[in-house]
């Protein structure tokens, strides 16, 4: 299939008669929802660390004295306070600092997932391929004024050559995320309005997923 290719200004590109041919298999693949969302849920999983802890009923702090004696009260038995059954009393199945949230996903799945996400984004029009993109110095006025020609505000920049120029030009625009091919995830791909993919890195996805 074919892809609109424009330069940094937004003008059709002259090298390749304004359109850059692409595999069918990674851009026009049928959207599969479910996949797609067993794929992001599965990343956010495998992203999450395991920082939540709570006590066991030997760890709270609680006296050793027994709250009343074993019989004749009328009230149930009890030996001490950090019972699971008592407020402020321990956990009797605790959530541990190591536990472990990550969700195996294969290969296939992976990339039959992001040509899915691909696919979708270039029927929606949300995929912009572009001849380059770079900026001459570490300026955050000079990727913004690229954008703006291109008719973009937010967006995900799929660059192969990412440069510290590029870098650090782009690190202070909270709605511009630019990444190198290897490393797009379905979480980003899906996030932002528009896409904004370089030629280069195209061919690399499709040599990465292909």
Known sequence: MELKLINEQGELGETTGA????????FG??????????????????????????LTRSE????????????GTGRARIGTTASPLWRSGGRAFPN?????????????????G?????????REDRLTVVESFTVEAPKTRLVMQKLKSLGIESALLVTDDLNDNLMLASR?????????????DPLSLIRFPRVVMTKGAVAKLEELLG
Request: glycine residues 2%; positive net charge.
């Open 172 to 184: 202070n625009l909270p709605n511009v995320l630019v990444l190198e091919p290897k490393q797009a």
């Open 96 to 112: 541990s600092p190591d536990e472990n949230f990550s969700q195996k996903v294969n290969r296939k799945m992976y990339r039959a």
């Open 60 to 71: 709270v702090r609680h006296s050793t004295k027994k709250p009343w004696k074993q019989k």
């Open 114 to 122: 992001i040509a899915a996400i691909l696919s979708q984004l270039a």
């Open 19 to 26: 359109t850059i041919s692409v595999s069918d298999g990674l």
């Open 29 to 54: 693949r049928d959207y599969n929802e479910s996949l797609v969302h067993q794929l992001v849920v599965a990343y956010q999983a495998n992203a999450r660390a395991g920082n939540r802890a709570q």
